[in-house]
């Protein structure tokens, strides 16, 4: 079941980009493209590994991504009224209406962290000493949103930022207090799958930003 899994999730990302650079599918894209993260999540549990962990270890894993999916929910929903400033740092979306603003976007946006943070989690397995550990899945995560930003762009939902150096410095220290947490809790996370799908969609993304002024 893994290689399949890690073949349909390598197939998954060539088709997005073909759909990003042929203008007869870019429309659908859009549409589908936030949603990718939660059937990434669907594959991932229907392809979970057959090793047993403890419940406490299990129960625990379950609730810190959740939470952090809260967070999203928060951050964006919220905690919007009472530190928009502050929010527009994080992460300077334009907003869309009606049901789309008010719940199904904070929850996406909470899902998707909550991937990015499993999958670089996956990808810095490798390293014992702790404190480099989260600091380079830090790095990953700051790596991968900066490249997203490109991607974003085609689905006219990114506003332009004055100053990158102010927002990616948020975006980092964010992901380093996720995985600090992450490392206290002791979850570990050993996935090809995910080692997969971070080096995938990183790809992705290169090959927007390359073809940019082309597509």
């Known amino acids: 079941m893994k290689k399949q899994l890690i073949t349909a999730i390598v197939c998954l990302f060539i088709l ?23 059937l990434l999540w669907i594959l991932f549990i229907q392809n979970r590994q057959k090793r047993k962990l403890p419940l406490k270890k299990r129960a625990v894993r379950v609730l810190f991504f959740l939470w952090i999916v809260f967070l999203g929910l928060f951050v964006t929903r919220f905690g919007a009224s ?7 740092l994080i992460y300077p979306f334009e907003y869309g ?15 998707n962290w909550a991937l990015l943070v499993y999958c670089t989690a996956s990808v810095c397995h490798s390293i014992k000493n702790l404190f480099f550990q989260v600091v380079a899945a830090a790095v990953l995560v700051l790596a991968c949103n900066i490249l997203q930003d490109q991607y974003v762009r085609f689905l006219y939902l990114w506003r332009g930022y004055d100053d990158e150096m102010i927002n990616g410095t948020i ?32 790809l992705l993304f290169l090959c927007l930003w390359l073809l940019c002024p082309v597509i």
């Not at 209406?97 to 899902?111: N, R």
């Open 16 to 38: 997005l980009l073909f759909g990003m650079i042929i203008p007869v599918a870019r429309d659908i894209v859009r549409l589908i493209g936030l949603f990718v993260p939660v």
């Open 82 to 88: 009472y530190y928009q400033e502050f929010i527009h």
């Open 97 to 111: 209406y009606g049901c789309f603003k008010d719940y199904v976007y904070p929850v996406l946006w909470g899902i």
């Open 171 to 202: 975006w980092f220290l964010f992901a380093v207090v996720l995985h600090m947490f992450r490392v206290l809790l002791k979850i570990e996370v050993n996935s090809k799958a995910a080692n997969v799908t971070y080096w995938m969609a990183i």
